[in-house]
């Protein structure tokens, strides 16, 4: 949709587009309430602000809706098309990358009690594997500040997808 459809939508429609992006209530909340917007950048630069106060229980509360990675995104709902796409590149892992990456998760919700969560768009599996050995020799309050990082980049791709400036592709 574009910027300006976007800033017009009733309230609760523009709150359903945003919570495809981070599922954050009071964030959902904040960014329809400035709008109008204008742009695509005044709409991501207030998001991506925002997102940078983030507590934990908003982003265990947003992991509650995502997928392991690796794992096949259940529904038919806005968000599981969203990750369906955005972990495509899982569907060509080799086997045991993908046996690698499942127990990571296992080791990762063992350490931090939620689920590893990175911007798989644009990343091989060997790229997310890497990303998920490193990140399980964090200390809880560096991987959750990576956590909520990684979630920001979600939002904010799914945010740039979702609205564009002019006419939509």
């Known amino acids: 949709m574009r910027i300006a459809e976007f ?8 709150e359903a587009v945003v919570s495809v992006w981070a599922a954050i209530p009071a964030w959902v909340t904040d960014v329809v309430a400035h709008r109008p917007y204008g742009t695509v950048e ?3 630069d207030h998001a991506a602000r925002t997102a940078g106060a983030w507590s934990r229980a908003d982003l265990d509360a947003a992991l509650a809706h995502h997928p392991r990675i690796g794992e096949k995104p259940h529904g038919a709902g806005a ?8 972990q495509a590149a899982m569907a060509t892992a080799d086997d045991d990358v ?10 990762y919700e063992q350490r931090f009690g939620r689920v590893f969560l990175i911007r798989a768009a644009g990343r091989t599996p060997a790229e997310i594997l890497a990303a998920l050995t490193r990140r399980l020799a964090h200390d809880p309050e560096t991987e959750e500040r990576e956590a ?22």
């Open 7 to 14: 800033d017009a939508l009733p309230a609760r429609d523009a």
């Open 42 to 44: 005044a709409l991501a």
């Open 79 to 86: 968000e599981a098309a969203a990750s369906r796409t955005e």
């Open 148 to 169: 909520a990082a990684q979630l920001a980049e979600i939002a904010l791709l799914r945010l740039r997808t979702a609205v564009t400036e002019g006419d939509p592709a």
């Open 98 to 107: 993908t046996a690698a990456i499942a127990q990571g998760n296992r080791d």
